[in-house]
């Protein structure tokens, strides 16, 4: 922390110093002696200073407009500009909650007017006006957010959230505010409670109506899923998930791997055949209202249209095992769907790691000629160029049946692809 002072102190004119205030989320980790994320300043100088220091204005529509500065030492500064010092008062109410509407001096000395250093102390979320939360409704889920790292609303904040609809306020807010939050919490100790907290208070429904339509869709037939309904599943799925590994990634997989159960007929309930499929097919459209990065798309994609094979692991032929390995390689999910079947139905997958490896060994490994497999036809435009056969030496551990687009790229032939297979299994099985 002292480093980072003494860097502020020297980026900023001393004459400025006492014009130049630590603030947000930056003094809450100060106080709670943790490592600070983010620098957060409000500064009381003249904007043409703050561009001649090299901070860009960046403009918002839904939050304040802030200053931007970045260097490779202090990483992100953004400084919100107030117009005297007698501002910041105004400053910190406008915030969300008193733990993060403290300020600092460059020289440490704490100016806490709204007593969020005693709620800090308690773990309490308290806003710091009454109309906090109808100023900026996306600072419901940073608080549910928060709530997954232990913190608790206080009583006066829950009861504003129960007495109205906000439906409406939050059905203008960028859906990527909402998302962030999401994915935050996700990476948090305790992440279910980010959406059972939505549930309890029925908001968000219109940005993640899954969620709310989860309860009212079983589980499974009773003797598989004793616990009933699909929020209830998914909840201990997610929470038996944030048990095995801190990935973000890996627990938004495991939260929404039947994503497809929402597309069964209620007729056939309790039953939801082909639901891997249902939800490799909603996946992307899902993610993509959220405006989720594609690398999530292709995860829950992949998890929701494999998990159900991986989930009768024991029971597969070698081959398919294999082409199971491969399958999650090519989505980035290979480390973490034994995972997901531990969480979803307390399974294993024994030797998971000799699946990967082998599903890995190209063609030179496996000791196989891939010129002896061709009969001439095997490129798709029936030409055998120099960049073709070179490629014949590089068939690497990608699921081999997917077809590769583009005019005169290189699929090997059905015999091949069997022949590698075989030789994978045979390497498979020496364990």
Sequence with gaps: ?????????????????????????????????????????????????????????????????????????????????????????????????????????????????????????????????????????????????FECDGWRLDRDAESSLSERDWSGDLKRQPIERFSQEMLKALAKPDPSRF?????????????????????????????????????????????????????????????????????TPKELYPKHHGHDYEGSVAAPAFCKRLRLPSALQRALQATSKLHNTANRWHELRDSTKIQLALDAQKAGIAPFLPLVVAADCGGTMPNWESALRVAGLNSAQLGIDPEAYQDGKDFKDGKDSTEDRNRKDDIDSQDERDSRGGQGTYKPSDKLQQVIMQRRVAEFRKG
């Design 195 to 263: 959406f059972r907290r939505m549930l309890q208070f029925r908001i968000g429904e219109g940005l993640l109506p899954e969620i709310f339509k989860m309860p009212e869709v079983p589980a499974g037939p009773q003797q598989h899923h004793p616990e009933g309904d699909l929020f209830t599943h998914s909840m201990q799925v997610l929470e038996r998930m944030s048990l095995s590994t801190p990935d973000p990634t890996a627990r938004f997989c495991a939260l929404f791997h039947d994503l497809g159960k929402l597309s």
């Design 1 to 145: 922390m002292d480093n980072i002072i003494a860097k502020l102190k020297d980026l900023f004119p001393e004459p400025l110093h006492n014009r130049i205030f630590l603030v947000g989320g930056m003094v809450r980790d100060i106080l709670l002696g943790v490592e600070c994320q983010d620098i957060d300043l409000a500064a009381a100088i003249p904007p043409q200073d703050l561009a001649a220091l090299g901070f860009r204005l960046v403009e918002s529509k839904s939050t304040p407009n802030i200053y931007f500065w970045f260097s490779q030492e202090l990483g992100k500064v953004e400084v919100t500009w107030l117009p005297t010092k007698d501002e910041l008062l105004n400053d910190l109410k406008r915030r969300d909650f008193t733990i993060n509407a403290m300020a600092m001096t460059l020289d440490l000395v704490l100016y806490d007017p709204l007593e969020g250093a005693a709620d800090l102390k308690q773990r309490v979320l308290r806003t710091c006006s009454a109309t906090s939360l109808r100023d900026d409704p996306a600072r419901i889920f940073r608080a549910f957010r």
